[in-house]
């Protein structure tokens, strides 16, 4: 912090409009001439005529209108590349920032360079827009898809201080940006490791894997005998029932709704985030304690029977469009078999419905579930109860880390983009 104040202490800033100090790829109707002096012509492409152009390398950026990570060749581009040092904001669609240096192909997107790059630092200017993305966005306008108002945006004003300090700002917010960058990609990296271990614990063919006294991982054969879910010896299926938003209270009786399942909760929960009142909660449908809650309708394939075992004390009531299983294997096992390709593969076949997709709790008692013994299930829980905590938990995992770290980015941001008029 001493340095930061250092740093910005007595900095001389100039404040500018964005028209006198940038260049646009477009001369603007609703702009005054004198305020576009000059234009930078690029070839835009359509969204059909950039998607064929993806690769999976590549050495030339394809900036669509929205944040992606495309890439193409020099030989597919040919002579619509440009090289240079940009930034971008789309001309319809949702508003975002974009900056790029270096070989790229854009779609509709307009388009910002420095005038004098000596005066203005381009990548200044866009930490400067990003930091600012709520007011360009509300210069975005129309009914259907909203396009900036660019009057609008070439009189926003932008503090410009010295080079050097420019530029030592633009270190520091690269710094937190790719400090960022580099625990999304460990995450990315330790959840499909998380995914790969889980489906090889619970692969029970004789190439999966165990783990020994020393808790290290090894490859083998294990018992297990195959059951179907809704065996009368393993559980059975209750369906939740009447249960709408309407109902939530305050407080009361914890309640699962099936949507909060694929938007809220994780593998298992001990809390809830909805709740009913006691009179409610006494005609409901209510799972208790180690019981597995399951969605049983989605838009989609993938959350439909995306499930979360509640490990709370009491008993909650869940709503219609979901369902609970009630069972005596280890409560977390079978949350994580629910996870798997292989219950995957079971579930398909089941899935009925067009716009919302569904499968009913007879059908889900139809998948066979390995069970090997209790000691078994608790070695596979334990194992993959780490790489969850790692991949997914909030409160001690890389996405808290990750949390800290754009909202430690955020700070500083704020503190080095803002220059008080006042004090000029």
């Known amino acids: 912090m001493n340095y930061l104040n250092k740093l910005l202490e007595g900095t001389k800033v100039e404040w500018k409009t964005l028209w006198e100090v940038t260049i646009w790829d477009k001369r603007f109707n609703a702009v005054e001439n004198y305020k576009q002096p000059q234009t930078k012509k690029y070839y835009y492409l359509l969204s059909n005529e950039i998607k064929p152009l993806i690769l999976s390398k590549g050495n030339v950026k394809l ?40 070989k790229f192909l854009t779609g509709d997107n307009r388009i910002a360079v420095s005038i004098n790059k000596d005066y203005l630092d381009t990548k200044y200017l866009f930490y400067f827009l990003k930091n600012n993305i709520s007011l360009i966005s509300s210069f975005y306008r129309g009914s259907g898809i909203k396009h900036p108002d660019m009057a609008a945006v070439l009189d926003m004003q932008i503090p410009i201080p ?57 490859s083998g054969q294990r018992e297990v005998v195959w059951k179907t879910l809704g065996e009368e010896s393993i559980g059975k299926f209750i369906r939740g029932g009447g249960l709408q938003k309407k109902d939530f209270t305050e407080t009361g009786v914890g309640c699962i709704h099936y949507g909060q399942i694929y938007t809220f909760y994780q593998t298992y929960a001990d809390t809830t985030k909805s709740f009913v009142s006691e009179e409610f909660a006494k005609k409901a449908r209510m799972a208790k304690h180690g019981d597995l809650v399951i969605a049983t309708t989605s838009e989609n394939d993938e959350d439909v029977c995306k499930a979360v075992v509640w490990l709370g004390e009491e008993e909650i009531a869940v709503s219609s469009d979901a369902c609970f299983y009630s069972h005596n294997l280890n409560p977390k096992y079978v949350a994580y078999f629910f996870q798997t390709e292989q219950f995957q593969k079971q579930k398909r076949p089941f899935i009925t419905g067009t716009k919302v997709r569904r499968v009913n709790a007879d059908d889900l008692a139809k998948i066979k579930i390995p069970v090997p013994s209790t000691e078994e299930q608790e070695r596979i829980v334990s194992i993959l109860d780490k790489f969850d905590i790692l991949t997914t938990s909030i409160s001690e995992g890389l996405p808290k880390e990750i949390e800290l770290r754009k909202k430690q980015y955020e700070y500083y941001r704020d503190l080095l983009l803002t220059f008080p008029k006042s004090e000029l």
């Open 162 to 218: 010295p080079l050097s300090i420019q530029q030592e700002i633009v270190r520091i917010l690269d710094t937190f940006t790719e400090l960022t960058t580099e625990l999304t990609t460990e995450l990315t990296a330790r959840k499909k490791q998380y995914e790969y271990y889980r489906e090889q614990l619970l692969d029970f063919s004789g190439q999966g894997l165990v783990v020994s006294g020393q808790g290290l991982v090894v």
């Open 63 to 102: 900036l669509s209108t929205n944040e992606t990570d495309w890439w193409t060749s020099e030989e597919l581009g040919g002579n619509k590349i440009t090289n240079a040092e940009i930034v971008a904001i789309p001309w319809g669609g949702n508003p975002i920032v974009q900056y790029y240096k270096g």
